[in-house]
């Protein structure tokens, strides 16, 4: 049996943008580049949609979002994640099979 890349299965997904309204907002930029040493939003998203830049910043797209929520709960030292779904109509739709 061929292993399952969680790639191939994510280009399964289609993604709706809602332009220039974001569902996950990061409150505080500054705090994620001056306090947060472990900066878990990076490593957790399936999606990859957390980037930390060579600069210590960290950046959100939420474009390609599962809407999984992982991010709002390991966010849980500073809490500095608002986090809504998408509006009707927009964000991911998931294609099983
Ligand atoms: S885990 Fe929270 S505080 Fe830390 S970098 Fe990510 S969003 Fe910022
Ligand atoms: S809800 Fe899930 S997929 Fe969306 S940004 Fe957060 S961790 Fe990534």
Redesign the pocket.
């Known amino acids: 049996m061929n292993p399952v890349k969680v790639e191939e299965k994510l280009f399964q997904n289609r993604y709706r943008v809602d332009a220039g309204r974001p569902h ?1 907002r990061i409150l505080d930029p500054a705090l994620c580049q001056a306090e947060c040493r472990t900066k878990e939003c990076t490593a ?4 990859g ?2 980037t930390l830049e060579g600069n210590g910043e960290v950046v959100l797209i ?1 474009d390609g ?8 709960i390991i966010c849980t030292t500073y809490r500095n994640i608002d ?1 809504d779904y998408p509006r009707g109509g927009y964000g991911i739709l998931f294609k099983f099979g």
């Open positions: 996950i957790c998203c399936p999606a949609c957390y939420t979002c599962l809407e999984c929520g992982t991010c709002r986090w």
